[in-house]
């Protein structure tokens, strides 16, 4: 089973940026999503196994961009010009690149809130 760490989440103002990062057990497609208080745990970016191809939530697009580190098992997740809206646990987890579901188990998410 896959292991996954998350971390780098915090307050931040509205406006303001911020990098979360996620360590894996080993090299695979891996995805952030993310859930807001009362709502559904949603897609926002993945990243293929080589960092070779992204793929991205509307809602996140243009303003957050999924790397991965060189070791090839970190990804990165930056987010820039965050709103309110944005706040949220955000998890990392493997995804499936064709459905952009994921396909591991939950970690416990780092926590994002953004104060407007």
């Known amino acids: 089973q896959v292991q996954v760490v998350e971390s780098g989440g915090g307050l931040v103002q509205g406006g303001g940026s911020l990098t979360l990062s996620c360590t894996a057990s080993g090299r695979y497609h891996m995805g952030w999503f993310r859930q807001a208080p009362g709502k559904e745990r949603e897609f926002v970016a993945a990243i293929s196994w080589n960092g070779v191809n992204t793929a991205y939530a509307e809602s996140v697009k243009g303003r957050s961009t999924i790397s991965r580190g060189s070791a090839k098992n970190t990804v990165y997740l930056q987010m820039n010009s965050l709103k309110p809206e944005d706040t949220a646990v955000y998890y990392c987890?493997?995804?499936?690149?064709?459905?952009?579901?994921?396909?591991?188990?939950w970690g416990q998410g780092t926590q994002v809130t953004v104060s407007s």
């Open positions: 987890n493997t995804v499936d690149f064709e459905s952009l579901r994921a396909s591991g188990s």
